[in-house]
């Protein structure tokens, strides 16, 4: 059992859950207990000290030691405590154990009823091998998390580099503060644990924090992969490691999330360290990938790569730009390595053409920025993968200026850093980048040893590179399951550094398995990412209830204008019907020129009727080629005018229904977050010839969103219209944000809402200009009163004459058969504050049966500044702290006789190992007298400490299922282990209720030990010791990684090389006794030299050969 395992405990009435550190290395214990009531239900949250709960009138909620609490999440109405209940130890680095997790559970706070459910995946996430009747509201989050691709380490900042590490120690700091220091961006259950990371930073004391990180109640998870092997160069022993961290920023599986955001994030981005410690040094040599930073999508079934452009180049180029500046400022320098198809007319070609007319704009950073293409797959099918040696020769010069981190171990002092990583993409940043990244590994570390004079005996070099090659497949494989959801392309050539027919039968099968997998699995997955990352539109980030953060909140709300201003924006709104006609050649002037604004900020255009709605137009037409074509035609006809500077920013068609949303070219950089999201409303939701499109996005920090919408038809649909309008407001969802959430709305559109009145009423009161008349009798006014649809919108006055119904052509209303009645059928209305309406009017373009409408709008928007915002936060916290005013600490609860508390059938016994000198725990009333209830964090940060009751010897709950035979608990003056027993008595099933596991001994298991281990009993009859670190461990999971290769001696935590273990974990036949790596002869000073050339003091810092 790791000494940073925690035990969990729960008590009902209320619902608490504890989480004590197993063994006592902390007194500090995390208590959950949940508040119901109001319009959310809340928990409390508080560190503890242990000695202040009375354990006794707890149950036991887990049957083994857990590996720390995630956070915590909402789902529906109930409130989950996430659970790391099992871990499989990859091995060690830098003397902290790195673990993979196995299996979590998540524990409701309102009630037991999931608790049987809380874990039921199996390791491999298959959800039918569920054994219980009960779906758990978070499955596929345990799903998710269950898959084997999230580690953390109790110590070790895994979400940063070697290099980033060393420069906290080398400035006075401590590596191993990973609270503190962690890097957001591969953080990736930061929002679960936001409210706890919150309390520990601005109510914990510095002690308080340091009992906290000791306890390892706990985890900073981060997604990708982790894998070492130990091998030998010259018989001297040494670790090597590959630690791939995937970003969390903009996360999302393979044909849901592509591209860049409006922040500069993008999709699949990974950073991937690869590690060699040897005698006294660590080399560290770091590489990225990510997808191609513009904005780009694949929808639909996806079989081919076809490829959409969401966004031109113009207005792409802020988030580019934010992309490679925030790379620069990580990284230093950037060399990219594109290795999309280059054949003319590909969707690749016209995605890599659009990347390199992006970073050639930016001459500015091109001191820090360099770009390379490399068409992968018509060099390679056509030469081999021998030609990768010519990309290598092609980055000789930079990797070379770049070189690589490289640490005295002894010292703690840095020898080189490296100057700028390599950037390589491919289409999914997958197949083709884990190939190049392995081969760009190698060279690097070759390099390396040639500079310390290292070179391998043909078996070494032979099992080295089955080593090397299987740690780098192993690292594609993961990234690609996670991604894509199977294992990676070309991972036979990678393992194998050769192609087979095998290889390529593979390759056929995953490609199958991954059309299946995106097209119909990933929504789900995409769904459980998004709600451990906070992005659903129902997400609420404040699950806790911290009066101190109430009341800031509320302080924050009233000093709004310290950190915030207004901008005056222009939007103009269009709306047409274009019956199936082109408006290639036609005038728009009368339409799209007002008077009111002459170049507003943003245009936004909805056009209904791409094609004609006839059965042979709707299965025969390229509606994506119509789009394109009215994107054309409407970018020439706002740009049309001297002065005018305008460039996309998104367009999107569903079907005969389009919408193209144009921004000015100055007025790019306050527009981000732009998503979409459509909604059929034909045939009941089955097709497209009606229904809505969403586009969401935020004008600087106001959020806004416009909808176009094209309505059932009929005079008398008024119910089916009004159906069609609920279903597409319910039906739009936004990553991050519903339809109602906006701060903003507008909706524009054939809604098709008529006049109810007779036919030559309505025409003869059109004729004399009564149009208050007819408005009083509109549907869709009469709608909104009664609240039948657009409840709640507003609209501007309608000054100009019915759009609909004319002949084709002319200014007559309808002649036809049906001679329909003439109605304002397109319509522009809109909700929120801080909307004024310029201008509402109609064009008169005469190329359709309906006439374009126009509404001109003046927005106040929000602009955060996020500095000083910050700064008001940090103070305001501050004062309240040190206020009076504060809420006190919870009250002492009122007496009463103790609930009866119905406890389930016990998995296991649990022997504490704290003191205990009261052999049988007592049973004490749940509402003891002489107890004071904790106070809350804040209280305990304030000085209420002194309130909590004395110190009482902690002990575990008697669980009612243990057989009578068991021993009782053990104490200073009693210790059974030492006595004559009979192991009748020790369950034999090897599961939780024995905890006596007893590992083979360290200096002989393999750090890698695949196998669970059998529970080894006692002999009969004689005296023996249980060691403390055998206490209620859990067996050991199988799992992949680490290999281990034979070598001669051992690898030692000896004052040389304190990065590496001791000895435990290491090869069978790895000598403990003989030590470690040879002493150094000489600790000179050592200085840098440049690399490729022979190395005297690196050579000495390496190692010595035997």
């Not at 990309?391 to 490296?418: H, K």
């Not at 219209?721 to 597409?728: K, L, Q, S, V």
């Not at 201008?839 to 928007?861: K, M, N, Q, T």
């Not at 070598?1047 to 040389?1056: D, E, G, L, P």
Request: hydrophobic share 35%; glycine share 8%; charged share 20%.
């Amino acid at each position: 059992m790791s000494d940073r395992q925690s035990i969990v405990f729960v008590r009902s009435n209320p619902r608490t859950v504890v989480l004590r550190p197993a063994v006592n290395v902390s007194q500090t214990a995390l208590v959950f207990e949940c508040i119901e009531g109001g319009v959310r239900t809340r928990s409390t949250a508080r560190f503890q000290p242990s000695d202040t709960l009375d354990f006794s009138t707890f149950e036991l909620l887990q049957a083994r030691p857990v590996f720390g609490c995630l956070g915590l999440v909402q789902v529906g109405n109930d409130l989950f405590i996430g659970i790391v209940t099992e871990a499989t130890k990859v091995g060690d680095l830098e003397s902290a154990p790195i673990y993979r997790i196995q299996r979590v559970a998540f524990y409701s706070l309102l009630s037991d009823r999931y608790d049987l459910s809380a874990q039921t995946l199996p390791i491999d996430g298959n959800p039918d091998e569920t054994s219980v009747a009960t779906i758990h509201p978070c499955q596929p989050l345990i799903k998710l998390l269950s898959t084997g691709s999230f580690y953390f380490s109790p110590t070790l900042d895994l979400t940063r580099s070697a290099q980033k590490r060393s420069v906290d120690v080398q400035q006075g700091g401590s590596a191993v503060n990973i609270f503190d220091n962690a890097d957001a961006h591969f953080v990736w259950n930061k929002h679960l644990l936001s409210g706890l990371l919150q309390i520990r930073e601005q109510e914990l004391s510095a002690p308080e924090r340091e009992d906290l990180l000791a306890g390892g109640l706990l985890v900073l998870a981060i997604q990708g992969y982790v894998g070492m092997v130990d091998f030998t160069i010259g018989s001297l022993p040494c670790r090597m490691a590959v630690i791939s961290r995937l970003s969390c920023k903009r996360a999302g599986t393979r044909l849901l999330s592509r591209g860049v955001n409006d922040d500069g994030h993008v999709s699949n981005f990974v950073e991937t360290e690869f590690l060699l410690y040897g005698a006294h040094s660590t080399f560290s040599f770091l590489q990225i990938r990510g997808s191609v930073p513009v904005f780009w999508e694949q929808t639909g079934i996806q079989m081919t790569h076809k490829v959409t452009i969401s966004r031109g180049a113009e207005s792409s180029a802020p988030a580019t730009r934010k992309h490679f500046e925030e790379l620069i400022s990580r990284y230093n320098k950037i060399h990219v390595i594109n290795l999309l198809g280059q054949k003319d007319g590909s969707s690749e070609q016209m995605l890599s053409e659009l990347f390199r007319q992006s970073i050639s704009k930016m001459i500015d950073l091109s001191d820090a920025l360099a770009y390379t293409e490399f068409d992968f797959h018509a060099i390679i099918k056509r030469e081999g993968y021998e030609r990768l040696s010519e990309l290598v020769a092609l980055l000789r010069r930079p990797l070379e200026d770049y070189s690589y981190f490289l640490a005295d171990a002894d010292a703690g002092s840095t020898i080189f850093n490296q100057q700028g990583v390599v950037r390589t993409n491919c289409l999914d940043c997958l197949d083709r980048t884990n190939v190049v990244q392995t081969r760009l590994a190698r060279h690097a570390l070759e390099g390396y040893l040639r500079q310390v004079d290292r070179r391998f005996t043909p078996i070494e070099e032979d099992n080295f590179a089955i080593l090397f090659n299987g740690l780098w497949a192993d690292n594609g494989d993961w990234l690609s399951k996670i991604y894509a959801g199977t294992g990676a392309l070309k991972s036979s050539y990678t393992r194998k550094g050769k192609s087979t027919v095998l290889g390529f039968l593979d390759d056929a099968a995953k490609s199958v398995n991954r059309f299946y997998i995106n097209n119909f699995q990933d929504k789900t997955r995409q769904e459980a990412i998004d709600l451990l990352l906070g992005k659903l539109a129902n997400a609420d980030t404040v699950l806790l209830r911290n009066p101190l953060h109430d009341a800031v909140a509320k302080e924050m709300h009233k000093r709004l204008p310290e950190y915030s201003s207004s901008a005056r924006v222009t939007m103009f709104l269009g709306t047409w019907n274009v019956n199936g006609k082109h408006g290639r050649g036609e005038n728009m002037d009368s339409w799209l020129k007002s008077d009111k604004v002459e170049f507003p900020h943003l245009y936004a255009i909805g056009i209904q009727e791409l094609i004609e709605l006839t059965p042979g137009q709707y299965i025969s037409a390229d509606t994506n080629k119509l789009r394109l074509d009215w994107e054309a035609t409407l970018m020439r006809a706002i740009n049309g005018r001297p002065g005018a500077n305008y460039v996309l920013l998104r367009s999107l068609h569903l079907v005969a229904l389009g919408i193209f949303v144009f921004v000015r070219a100055d007025s790019v950089n306050m527009i981000r977050h732009v998503e979409s999201s459509t909604k059929k409303t034909g045939l009941g939701g089955m097709a497209a010839n009606k229904g809505g499109i969403g586009i969401s996005f935020s004008i600087n920090d106001t959020s806004v969103a416009l909808v176009t919408a094209h309505l059932a038809a009929g005079q008398s649909n008024v119910d089916e219209r009004n159906r069609d309008y609920w279903t597409i407001h319910d039906g739009l969802n936004f990553r991050g944000r519903r339809l109602a959430e906006h701060d903003m709305t507008f909706w524009f559109g054939d809604f098709n809402y008529r006049i109810s009145a007779p036919n030559e009423e309505v025409r003869r009161r059109v004729g004399h200009k009564e149009l208050d008349y007819l408005y009083l009798n509109d549907q869709l006014n009469e709608q909104r009163a009664s609240g039948g649809a657009f409840e709640g919108y507003q609209e501007g006055a309608i000054t100009f004459d019915p759009t609909y119904k004319y002949d084709n052509g002319t200014t007559i209303y309808d002649t036809s058969e049906k001679a329909r009645a003439p109605a304002w059928t397109d319509r522009i209305l809109f909700k929120g504050r801080h909307i004024l309406l310029r201008e509402y009017a109609r064009g008169e373009s005469l190329i359709s049966d309906h006439r374009p409408v126009r509404a001109v709008f003046e927005l106040d928007s929000v602009i955060i500044d996020r500095d000083r915002k910050d700064v008001l936060q940090k103070e305001i916290y501050k004062e309240k702290m040190a206020s009076k005013d504060l809420p006190p600490p919870l009250p002492v609860r009122p007496q009463g006789p103790p609930p009866k508390i119905q406890r389930p059938p016990s998995t296991g016994l649990l022997i504490d190992l704290a003191e205990d000198t009261n052999p049988q725990p007592q049973q004490t009333s749940i509402f003891p007298s002489e107890t004071t209830p904790a106070s809350t964090s804040i209280g305990a940060a304030l000085g209420f400490r002194d309130s909590f009751p004395p110190a009482r010897p902690d002990s575990f709950p008697p669980t009612k299922s243990l057989d009578s035979s068991l021993p009782p608990p053990s104490s200073d003056t009693y210790k059974w282990w030492e006595r004559q027993i009979d192991d009748a008595w020790i369950p034999r099933e090897g599961d939780g209720k024995n905890p006596f596991y007893t590992f083979p001994s360290q200096s002989t298991s393999s750090i890698n030990s695949q196998q669970p281990l059998a529970p080894q009993l006692p002999p009969a009859g004689r005296s023996f010791t249980v060691p403390s670190n055998t206490f209620n461990r859990p067996p050991q999971t199988a799992s992949a990684t680490p290999r281990s290769y034979t070598v001669s001696s051992s690898v030692s935590a000896s004052k040389h090389n304190p990065f590496l273990d001791p000895p435990r974990n290491t090869n069978p036949s790895m000598d403990v006794a003989t030590g470690g790596f040879p002493d150094s002869t000489e600790n000179s000073s050592r200085q840098g030299t440049g690399r490729g050339k022979l190395n005297p003091e690196l050579i000495q810092l390496f190692g010595q050969g035997a």
